[in-house]
């Protein structure tokens, strides 16, 4: 074992995880590389355009300025923890799907983690508090409206 390396315990989705991660790594890196869960995207890796964000203990993170060794006892929760065990899709995957909110996709992981919190949260939001929350996930493809119709829609219902 290297010096470099150190022991992280944490929850990911609901399963208790121990890894050994080099202390200069990424979460985003561990999540990927070593647990698999490629949902969580590798966009500009200095936190600006939220491809890699996920969930910890309830807030929005980007997973790729944030240390894998910081997620030591913390609870991490990526897209692949949404749906069902036979694959069944959530309500806010389906609403993405509805309201034509995904193009590429490379942005839809990152943008659906940011809408969980804000269900989770019970908030009401109009569109502007919507965009305004989700200024941290950058979309090149969809001119943002129907991913805003497909948080309002899951929102609001
Ligand atoms: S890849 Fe993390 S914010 Fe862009
Ligand atoms: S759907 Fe392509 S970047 Fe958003």
């Known amino acids: 074992m290297g010096k470099n390396m150190q022991l992280v315990r944490c929850i990911v989705n609901g399963r208790e995880i121990e890894e050994y991660v080099d202390v200069r790594e990424s979460l985003l890196d561990m999540l990927r590389n070593r647990l698999g869960l490629t949902s969580v995207k590798k966009g500009c890796e200095v936190g600006e355009c939220g491809a890699c964000t996920v969930i910890i203990d309830g807030e929005t993170y980007d997973s790729c300025i944030y240390m894998a060794v910081w997620a030591n006892g913390k609870n991490i929760r990526t897209l692949e923890g949404l749906t069902g065990p036979n694959g ?34 019970g908030e009401k939001l109009n569109r502007d508090a919507i965009k305004a929350h989700m200024a941290g996930n950058l979309c090149r493809c969809t001119g943002y409206h129907n991913i805003v119709n497909a948080v309002e829609k899951v929102l609001n219902e």
């Open 88 to 121: 069944e899709l959530s309500k806010i995957q389906e609403a993405f799907m509805e309201e034509g909110a995904i193009q590429c996709g490379f942005c839809t992981p990152g943008f659906i983690m940011s809408a969980v919190v804000l269900m989770e949260k």
